[in-house]
């Protein structure tokens, strides 16, 4: 027969420890990894942000050198007074246009950024036109056959660092800046065209730290720009950033938005404006804000180790401190299930298994002691039998015997003598075939008058009885068997006898809404407020007549037995003038 191993306690606690330890060691690991994730993600968006701020800034003095040298010629200023009496004048020469170009070189001198200036002209529309080259040897000279390559002296408008252009007259590329010229009749009288090399963005990108996978963009109006280095790439491919709202920027500036790129991953991308059209943007990759996962496997095969190394410690103390002491107290309720109750103080540890080994060692202290009770009590048992079996008299015997003295005094005409006996009679076949615990007031007030009458030839006329009853039905209401016979017995012996004469009333009523209240009043000596204090307090020698077993505080606590706290017997009295006792009970009509 194949046996069925058990699974411990201990074994249950181990594996579920464990597997708890493990389950809460994989979720740190998770959040943790989510948190250290979203830290280092909010972190990188941070230092990107601070870096594109810190160039933006570097690149926006730089342009707004470039654009002040561009109004020098279009706004009010020496050079642009010159200007217009140059392009407006019929009486212009050359010596004007002389020092129109010493004005606009002298411009050029003294602005910080002039090494960013590829050409800066000015053109009227009466098709004059003054260059300022800053590199004339890597140019194709300025002339009126190839000024119409320079498509924005053209045009009317206006256009604002909008775009990367390639020079016609050169092989480099630039941005260009082109400004209207007015006379003094806010009319359009000439464009001024500055291109700036690419470099003024470059050239501040070259110590930029950019981390793999990262790209760096250039937005001018609406044209976009990939920024590899010395070189500014067109976007050719769609560009259309979506807001990215799971993260904020620290700047009221600094917008973050998710672009797909030509390689079709979107990445989060972080922008700030250089100024108004120019905006200078950083894609951040995936790789920045997951830690290394070679790193984070390692911790958490290290954490999952721990787990199982504390598990196991775990274990050694558990068998310790709980298996063994288990197994102790195991195999101490064998030895008391096999009936071994001596003590043993080894299993009484200073622990709470060690009250439970005092426990036991009680347990059995215990058992022994009910069981040499229940041999004295089976003993006594046996004894008291015996004493009834020899005591025991025919019922029969006593019935008859009293029967035949009732017919012996009726025949002799002594009529005292057998209504005596008859209540006798009664009282006695009530106590001793009677097993009701509670029978209708009226049969308990019968059982009085029997009784009463007993009392009656021994007094003679000293005593009278008087019965009240304020509605017959609530003579159906049930009273303990023998309750107002001590009452009566009480009032006789202690109250009207020392007195020599005296009258008991007995009253029936209904008290409250369904109660019963049954006052026995008697004009006897009285007693004292002590003495009724003590009655149902104390325990009682019992009066010396027939129901002397049954005292005052025995009927209390019967009828608090048979009714509740809330029933029960009380006294009042007055010292040579009366005792009242009443009980109060409820008007029950079924046990």
């Known amino acids: 027969m194949a046996t069925v191993r058990k699974s411990t306690i ?11 330890a493990l389950l809460i060691a994989v979720l740190l690991s998770f959040f943790s990894y989510e948190l250290i994730t979203y830290y280092q993600r909010k972190t990188t968006i941070q230092a990107t942000e601070f870096n594109l701020q810190l160039v933006s800034h570097i ?24 200007l217009k009496d140059y392009f ?39 098709g004059k036109f003054l260059q300022v080259d800053n590199s004339v040897s890597a140019s194709i000279p300025l002339t009126i056959h190839n000024i119409g390559q320079i498509s924005a002296l053209n045009a009317e408008g206006v256009e604002e660092w909008d775009q990367v252009i390639r020079d016609p007259l050169s092989t480099t590329n630039g941005i260009p800046f082109v400004l209207p010229i007015y006379g003094d009749r806010a009319s359009r009288i000439g464009t001024v065209y500055l291109l700036a090399n690419t470099s003024v ?39 259309e950033p979506v807001a990215y ?20 991953e ?27 996962t070679n790193i984070w496997i390692l911790v958490m095969l290290g954490v999952c180790l721990l787990v199982i190394v504390s598990s196991g410690i775990i274990t050694l103390y558990l068998t310790r401190t709980i298996s063994l002491p288990v197994e102790k107290l195991k195999k101490r309720i064998d030895k008391i299930a096999q009936g071994n109750f001596l003590l043993d103080r080894n299993i009484e540890w200073n622990s709470e298994l060690g009250d439970v080994g005092r426990g036991i060692n009680r347990l059995s202290q215990d058992i022994v002691a009910l069981m040499d009770s229940q041999l004295a009590d089976e003993k006594q048992k046996q004894e008291l039998e015996y004493r009834m079996l020899q005591s025991q008299i025919n019922p029969h015997f006593l019935y008859n015997t009293l029967n035949s003295i009732k017919w012996m005094a009726t025949i002799q005409n002594a009529t005292g003598i057998a209504e005596m006996t008859t209540s006798l009679s009664r009282l006695l076949r009530s106590i001793a075939k009677d097993n009701r615990r509670l029978l209708p007031l009226k049969d308990e007030l019968s059982l009085l008058d029997d009784y009463f009458l007993i009392q009656k030839y ?35 012996f202690h109250g009207i ?22 006052t026995i009043e008697d004009n006897g000596v009285g007693m004292k407020e002590e003495q009724i204090s003590t009655i149902l307090s104390e325990p009682e020698n019992g009066a010396k007549g027939m129901f002397g077993n049954l005292g005052l505080r025995s009927v209390n606590e019967r009828l608090h037995l048979a009714f509740g706290e809330n029933y029960g017997l009380s006294i009042e009295s007055e010292m040579d003038r009366y005792t009242i006792m009443k009980i109060l009970m409820p008007f029950l009509q079924k046990d």
């Open 497 to 518: 006898e020392p007195k020599g004469r005296g009258h008991i009333l007995i009253t029936v009523a209904k008290s409250g809404y369904a109660d019963i209240l049954v």
């Open 88 to 126: 407006v004048s019929p009486q212009a020469s050359a010596k004007d246009a002389v020092n129109v170009f010493n004005s606009m070189q002298e411009d050029f001198r003294m602005n910080r950024s002039n090494g960013y200036v590829r050409r800066l002209i000015v053109k009227g529309n009466n």
């Open 458 to 492: 021994r007094y003679g006329s000293t005593i009278t009885m008087e019965q009240r009853i304020g509605n017959e039905e609530l003579l159906t209401g049930l009273i303990p068997r023998f309750t107002l016979q001590p009452l009566i017995e009480n009032a006789i």
């Open 201 to 239: 963005i470059t050239d501040k990108l070259k110590g930029y730290s950019l981390p793999a996978g990262s790209r760096l963009l250039l937005a001018l109006g609406g044209h976009h720009y990939q920024l590899i280095g010395d070189q500014v790439l067109a976007i050719t491919g769609p560009y």
């Open 10 to 20: 201990k074994s249950r606690i181990i594996l579920i420890m464990t597997l708890f």
């Open 59 to 82: 690149i926006e003095q730089d342009l707004l050198n470039l654009s002040a040298l561009a109004m020098t010629c279009s706004t009010n200023s020496s050079t642009n007074a010159l």
């Open 266 to 292: 979107s990445r989060i991308t972080v922008s700030y404006p250089v100024r108004s059209g120019v905006i200078l943007s950083q894609t951040l990759s995936g790789d920045q804000f997951a830690p290394k």
């Open 245 to 264: 709202t799971d993260d904020k920027p620290v700047g009221p500036q600094t917008e973050l938005s998710m672009i797909k790129l030509e390689d079709g």
